[in-house]
């Protein structure tokens, strides 16, 4: 397993399709990544520095390349310009981001 810092431009006109999945636990029962991605896309943080920022989430992954199957499933459709940076361990990845703002504070 590896451990990835994402970064990601939201779509913005249909995130809140992807809250409510969230919400409702859709995301959460895809298998075998869900329960990884709705927790991740649960706890996504926003770049506050301006309006069109960027989402960040931490996320374990197994595939190569990083986050195909959950691009295929569920990322490519709420976001674009998708990149990964590995990182050590999960907790080090959401310490970066912790002083960003929840992502779904800004819907």
Sequence with gaps: MTVYLVKSKPKKNIMK????QLGS???SQLKPFG????H????A?????NKD?????VEEDYCSPPLAIE?????DKYFDDISVEKVDEA??????????PLLWQQQ
């Design 17 to 20: 399709d992807l809250h409510t």
């Design 71 to 75: 691009r295929e499933a569920v990322l």
């Design 35 to 38: 329960k990884v991605l709705h």
């Design 40 to 43: 991740g896309l649960q706890n």
């Design 91 to 100: 907790q080090r990845g959401w310490e970066r981001i912790r002083s960003k």
């Design 53 to 57: 920022g960027y989402a960040y989430w």
């Design 25 to 27: 636990g859709q995301i």
């Design 45 to 49: 943080k926003i770049d506050d520095n």
